[in-house]
């Protein structure tokens, strides 16, 4: 029997290796609806980079450094100083004149501030000083308040005085600066 049993399994496997061995036969299938690989593939591209654009802009815009100034200094050569006191006169009038120690003091205090958020204009020294300056040069007493602190040049001031643009009366009376 054991032999009558080997014989069996061994007949068996024969007909499996026979019946595997040949070719099936198989219908290929062919889908029911084509579509083409462009129909989904340029679209799924243009998504893609227009979303990508579009987070790129957001995070830009989300990023507290893309509002941040940065204050450029300003030196001596950039300005030209013919065309600025032409600039003065024109806007102010030929009586345009400055304030030296008003002008220097504005503009050593700006240079020592290394930005704008950390320099603080003394509001009541300017008005205090505003308001003991003679009428007529009231206007130029905030000129060279302004000029100091926005060019912050000293050596802009000094020219424009040079150039005898300095007020007659230099505030004297202003010992506080």
Not at 93 to 116: D, F, M, Q, T
Not at 140 to 155: A, R
């Amino acid at each position: 029997m054991n032999n009558r049993g080997l014989l069996w399994v061994v007949f068996v496997l024969i007909q499996f290796i026979v019946f595997l061995d040949q070719p099936v036969i198989t219908a290929a299938q062919e889908p029911a609806f084509e579509l083409p690989v462009e129909l989904i593939g340029f679209p799924v591209i243009i998504v893609a980079v227009r979303l990508s654009n579009f987070v790129k802009k957001l995070a830009y815009s989300l990023n507290p450094s893309t509002y941040r100034r940065t204050r450029r200094e300003i030196t001596s050569e950039m300005i030209n100083m013919i065309e600025a006191e032409k600039r003065l006169v024109s806007e102010l009038g030929e009586n345009v004149c400055i304030y030296p120690k008003v002008c220097l003091h504005h503009a050593e205090k700006a240079k020592r501030s290394s930005g704008r958020e950390q320099m603080v204009i003394d509001w009541d020294e300017v008005f205090r000083n505003y308001k003991s300056s003679p009428q007529k040069h009231k206007e130029f007493y905030l000129l060279s308040v302004f000029l100091g602190d926005f060019v912050q040049s000293k050596q802009f001031c000094n020219q424009l005085v040079k150039r005898g643009r300095s007020c007659k009366d230099d505030l004297d009376s202003l010992s506080s600066i």
